[in-house]
C-alpha cells in the first residue's frame, strides 16, 4: 500500500507539468546513439536516453537538458520534478537573486529525494534477497529476480538548468552538460562564455573535493571514470550513491561522494543583450572533440549555430541542422581513417537546446533578386591544434539586428555593402583564450567571404528567362578547344 500514493503522486505531477507552455524562442535538436561497423555503416545501440524541457511559466522561462544514462527513467523523473518544484508556485518576481538560488538548491535536493523513494521498495526487496541464503534449486529464479530489480533502481542523469526570471539568467549545473552564452555587441563583436566548468574527473576542484573525503584521486584521474561514467555529480545512481562502499575506487571514502548538489552561476542581466543561450548534452559535445579535438569545440559550435541562424527561418530547424552537422563531422572523420578516427567508433545521444535573445532569425520573404543579404551555406572551420592558448578564425555573417515586422526588415538593407566592424549586423572573428573556469570569446571582421548582391531585382528577359549569376563561357571555349573531336560526335555542349 505503501508505494500507491507514490504512483498517485507521479501521474499528477505529470500532468500538471504536461499542461505548461511551449517556449517559443527555443529550438531543440536531437540525434540518438551510434555505433559504426567496419564499413561506416551505423547502428542505434540502446534507446535515446536523452531528455529536456523548455517551458514558460507566468513570470519565468526554464530549459533544461538531461543526460541519462543505463536508461532514462532518471532523466525523466528529473525532467518532470523539476519543473513541477519551479513552476509551480514556487518562483515569483519578487524574489532576488539569493532567493533564486536557494530555490534551484531545493529543487533539486527534491528531485533527489523523492526519486530515492519512488525505488525505496524495490532497494530493500534487493538487499533482502542479496543476503538470503537459499537452496542450490531456487538460487537460479533470485538471481532472475534480483536481475529485474537491479533494472528497476539502475540508471542516472546529469542535468544542466537555465532559468530565466525578471530578464535574468541562472544555471544550474549537475555533471557534464554545457552551457555557453554568446552575446553580439553593438561594435560587432562577439563574446562567447562557457558558464561553468563540467564535474567530472579532470575538474581540479571536484577532485579536491574527493580527496577532503580520504579518496585516492589519483588512481581516478587513471580510471578516467567513476562506475562507468566521468561525471562526479549525478542524479539518482544508487550505486554510488548507497553502496558506494563496494566500488573500489570509492570505497575509503569518509562520506557520500557522488552528489547531486547543483553548482549555480547567476544571474547575468539580460537587458540590452541580443545573442543566444546554448544548453549541450555531453554526448554533443563529446562526438566533436573526438572529431576534431576539444580546443575549439565551443567556437565551432556557435559558429555552426550563427551560420544557421542566418539561413533558417525556424529555430528548430536551425538546432536540428548543427546537430545533424555534428553527427556527419563525426562519422565523416570515422571513415577517413584519419588519425582521430579511432576516437570516432561510436557516439552517445546528441541534444542541442537554442534559446535566443533579441535575436532575429532569417528574413524569408527577402529573396537575393529582391536585394536580401546572402548567408552562407556553411563557413570555413579550423581543425588545427593547439597546446596553449587556441585561437581560431570564422567569418560568421548573422542576421540584421533590425526588428522584423511582417516577414520583412523594417531598417532597409538595400543600401548595405559588406558588413564592417561596429556596423549592426556583426561579422565575426572568434578568437578564444581557454581559462580553467570558463572560455570567452571575442571577434570581430570584415565580412569579405560573404557578399551582397545588388539592391536592382533582375528582370527577365523576352523568353521570360533572367541571365545567369555565374559566366560559364570561358568553361565552354576550354571544353571546346579539348575536346573539339568528341563534341563533333555528341553535338557539342554549352548554351543552344
Not at 532523466?75 to 534551484?104: K, M, P, W, Y
Not at 525505488?119 to 538470503?132: F, R, T, V
Not at 538593407?413 to 549592426?424: I, W
Amino acid at each position: 500500500m505503501a508505494a500507491e500514493p507514490k504512483t498517485l503522486m507521479q501521474s499528477q505531477q505529470q500532468s500538471w507539468t504536461d499542461d505548461l507552455p511551449l517556449c517559443e524562442m527555443c529550438g531543440v535538436g536531437v540525434a540518438p546513439n551510434c555505433v559504426y561497423s567496419q564499413d561506416g555503416k551505423g547502428a542505434q545501440s540502446h534507446p535515446m536516453e536523452d531528455r529536456h524541457l523548455r517551458l514558460r511559466g507566468e513570470n519565468c522561462f526554464l530549459y533544461g537538458v538531461f543526460n541519462g544514462y543505463d536508461g532514462s527513467r532518471v532523466a525523466d523523473f528529473a525532467a518532470q520534478c523539476l519543473t513541477a518544484e519551479l513552476l509551480l508556485g514556487e518562483l515569483n518576481s519578487s524574489h532576488t537573486d539569493s532567493d533564486v538560488r536557494r530555490i534551484l538548491i531545493q529543487a533539486f535536493e527534491a528531485v533527489e529525494e523523492s526519486y530515492f523513494n519512488t525505488i525505496g521498495d524495490a532497494l530493500a526487496k534487493k538487499a533482502h534477497l542479496s543476503n538470503y541464503l537459499l537452496p542450490h534449486n531456487e538460487s537460479q529464479k533470485v538471481q532472475e529476480r534480483l536481475k529485474e530489480l537491479e533494472q528497476e533502481v539502475s540508471g542516472g542523469a546529469t542535468a544542466v538548468v537555465a532559468l530565466i526570471l525578471n530578464n535574468k539568467l541562472y544555471i544550474a549545473n549537475v555533471g557534464t552538460n554545457r552551457v555557453l552564452l554568446c552575446k553580439s555587441s553593438s561594435d560587432g563583436q562577439n563574446q562567447v562564455l562557457q558558464i561553468g566548468r563540467p564535474h567530472s574527473t579532470d575538474n581540479e576542484d571536484e577532485l579536491q573535493r574527493l580527496a577532503a573525503m580520504g579518496v585516492d584521486v589519483a588512481r581516478i584521474r587513471q580510471a578516467g571514470q567513476i562506475a562507468g561514467q566521468s561525471s562526479t555529480r549525478r542524479l539518482g545512481d544508487s550505486r554510488v550513491k548507497i553502496n558506494y562502499s563496494e566500488i573500489d575506487l570509492l570505497s575509503a571514502a569518509k562520506a557520500k561522494p557522488i552528489i547531486s548538489e547543483p553548482e549555480i552561476h547567476g544571474s547575468h542581466p539580460l537587458d540590452g543583450v541580443t545573442g543566444f543561450l546554448l544548453l549541450m548534452s555531453e554526448g554533443l559535445i563529446n562526438a566533436l572533440e573526438s572529431a576534431h579535438g576539444p580546443e575549439q569545440v565551443n567556437q565551432e559550435i556557435v559558429a555552426m549555430v550563427a551560420a544557421e541562424l542566418a539561413q533558417q527561418t525556424s529555430l528548430e530547424a536551425v538546432a536540428q541542422s548543427v546537430v545533424e552537422r555534428v553527427k556527419r563531422l563525426h562519422h565523416d572523420v570515422f571513415v577517413s581513417g584519419r588519425q582521430r578516427a579511432a576516437f570516432c567508433s561510436r557516439h552517445e545521444d546528441m541534444t542541442l537546446l537554442i534559446r535566443t535573445i533579441n535575436y532575429p532569425l532569417a528574413d524569408a520573404a527577402l529573396t537575393p533578386t529582391q536585394g536580401g543579404r546572402i548567408y552562407p551555406v556553411s563557413v570555413p572551420y579550423s581543425n588545427s591544434q593547439s597546446t596553449s592558448k587556441t585561437s581560431v578564425t570564422l567569418s560568421l555573417v548573422m542576421p540584421s539586428q533590425s526588428t522584423l515586422t511582417n516577414g520583412t526588415n523594417t531598417a532597409s538593407t538595400l543600401e548595405e555593402g559588406t558588413p564592417t566592424p561596429g556596423s549592426q549586423s556583426p561579422t565575426a572573428t572568434l578568437q578564444s583564450t581557454n581559462t580553467q573556469t570558463q572560455s570567452s570569446s571575442s571577434s570581430s571582421g570584415d565580412g569579405s567571404l560573404f557578399r551582397q548582391r545588388g539592391s536592382q531585382a533582375v528582370q527577365p528577359d523576352e523568353t521570360g528567362r533572367v541571365p545567369p549569376y555565374v559566366d560559364f563561357s570561358q568553361f565552354y571555349r576550354l571544353w571546346g578547344g579539348d575536346n573539339s573531336d568528341s563534341q563533333s560526335t555528341q553535338g557539342g555542349l554549352g548554351p543552344q
